[in-house]
C-alpha cells in the first residue's frame, strides 16, 4: 500500500471520528445530559453522523471510526498492523480534536454540567454491569457492520451506512441512561482526556474490545470462512 493511499485511509478516519464526537458529544451537551427526555435527539445524533460518515468516505477507508471495530479487522486479519496503528492515531486524534472544540464553542456552563458528554455509569449500574452492557451494544453494532459492510454478500454499496447507524441508535435508545452506550474507545476518549473526567474510564475501553472480538471472530468463523465440504463431497 502506498503512502498516499495510507494517508487518504488515515483522514476519511480522522474525519469520520471528529464528526461521530462533535455532533455526539455536542448533541448531549445541548440536550444538557444523556439523561435528559431529549435522549431520542442524541441517539439519532450519533446514529445519523455515523451513517452519513460510513456513507461518505466508507469506500476510502472502511468506514471505522472506532478502535474497537478496527481490532475487530485485525484479529480476523481483515487490516494489517500497521494500518491499524494509523487507523486509531487518527481515531483517537479526531476524538480529542472534536472535544476541545465542543469544550471551547459552546457555552461553558452547558459543557460543564454534562462533563463534555462523557460517558456515564447510570444510577445503580456499577463498573462490572456497564462493562459488560458496553460489550454487548458493541457486538451487535461490529455484528451489523461485518453483517453489511464486510461480508460479500451484503449490501455495502445501499445500505451499509443506515443499518450500522441505526445500530448506534437503538443502542443508546436502550443504553444511553445506563452507559451512556458509547461502544467506541474513541467516543469516550476524547472527553475524558479534554475534561480530564475518568471516572470509571476502563468500562469504554475494555468493554467495547471485547464485543467487537468476539462479534468479529464469531462472525469470520461462521459465514466468511470457507464453508468444509459434507462427507461425500469433492473437496
Same mark, same amino acid.
Given at each position: 500500500?502506498?503512502?498516499?493511499?495510507?494517508?487518504?485511509?488515515?483522514?476519511?478516519?480522522?474525519?469520520?471520528?471528529?464528526?461521530?464526537?462533535?455532533?455526539?458529544?455536542?448533541?448531549?451537551?445541548?440536550?444538557?445530559?444523556?439523561?435528559?427526555?431529549?435522549?431520542?435527539?442524541?441517539?439519532?445524533?450519533?446514529?445519523?453522523?455515523?451513517?452519513?460518515?460510513?456513507?461518505?468516505?466508507?469506500?476510502?477507508?472502511?468506514?471505522?471510526?472506532?478502535?474497537?471495530?478496527?481490532?475487530?479487522?485485525?484479529?480476523?486479519?481483515?487490516?494489517?498492523? +500497521?494500518? #491499524? *496503528?494509523?487507523?486509531?492515531? /487518527?481515531?483517537?486524534?479526531? %476524538?480529542? =480534536? $472534536?472535544?476541545? @472544540?465542543?469544550?471551547?464553542?459552546?457555552?461553558?456552563?452547558?459543557?460543564?454540567?454534562?462533563?463534555?458528554?462523557?460517558?456515564?455509569?447510570?444510577?445503580?449500574?456499577?463498573?462490572?454491569?456497564?462493562?459488560?452492557?458496553?460489550?454487548?451494544?458493541?457486538?451487535?453494532?461490529?455484528?451489523?457492520?461485518? +453483517?453489511? #459492510? *464486510?461480508?460479500?454478500?451484503? /449490501?455495502?454499496?445501499?445500505? %451499509?451506512? =443506515? $443499518?450500522?447507524? @441505526?445500530?448506534?441508535?437503538?443502542?443508546?435508545?436502550?443504553?444511553?441512561?445506563?452507559?451512556?452506550?458509547?461502544?467506541?474507545?474513541?467516543?469516550?476518549?476524547?472527553?475524558?482526556?479534554?475534561?480530564?473526567?475518568?471516572?470509571?474510564?476502563?468500562?469504554?475501553?475494555?468493554?467495547?474490545?471485547?464485543? +467487537?472480538?468476539?462479534?468479529?471472530?464469531?462472525?469470520?468463523?461462521?459465514?466468511?470462512?470457507?464453508?468444509?465440504?459434507?462427507?461425500?463431497?469433492?473437496?
Amino acid at each position: 500500500m502506498s503512502a498516499e493511499d495510507t494517508l487518504r485511509r488515515a483522514v476519511a478516519e480522522f474525519v469520520g471520528a471528529f464528526a461521530l464526537i462533535f455532533i455526539g458529544a455536542g448533541s448531549i451537551v445541548t440536550a444538557n445530559g444523556i439523561h435528559d427526555p431529549a435522549l431520542i435527539g442524541v441517539a439519532i445524533a450519533h446514529g445519523l453522523t455515523i451513517a452519513i460518515m460510513v456513507s461518505a468516505v466508507g469506500r476510502i477507508s472502511g468506514g471505522h471510526f472506532n478502535p474497537a471495530i478496527t481490532f475487530g479487522f485485525l484479529i480476523t486479519r481483515r487490516i494489517k498492523p +500497521a494500518l #491499524a *496503528v494509523v487507523y486509531w492515531l /487518527a481515531q483517537f486524534g479526531g %476524538a480529542a =480534536l $472534536a472535544a476541545l @472544540l465542543v469544550r471551547d464553542l459552546l457555552p461553558r456552563a452547558s459543557t460543564e454540567a454534562v462533563k463534555l458528554g462523557v460517558p456515564a455509569l447510570g444510577g445503580g449500574v456499577d463498573a462490572g454491569a456497564g462493562f459488560a452492557l458496553e460489550a454487548i451494544f458493541t457486538f451487535f453494532l461490529v455484528w451489523a457492520v461485518f +453483517a453489511t #459492510a *464486510v461480508d460479500p454478500r451484503g /449490501a455495502f454499496k445501499s445500505i %451499509a451506512g =443506515l $443499518a450500522i447507524g @441505526l445500530t448506534i441508535t437503538i443502542d443508546i435508545l436502550f443504553g444511553g441512561p445506563l452507559t451512556g452506550a458509547a461502544m467506541n474507545p474513541a467516543r469516550a476518549f476524547g472527553p475524558q482526556l479534554v475534561g480530564n473526567h475518568w471516572s470509571d474510564g476502563w468500562v469504554w475501553y475494555a468493554g467495547p474490545v471485547l464485543g +467487537a472480538s468476539v462479534a468479529a471472530a464469531l462472525y469470520e468463523l461462521l459465514y466468511l470462512r470457507p464453508a468444509r465440504p459434507e462427507a461425500g463431497e469433492p473437496a
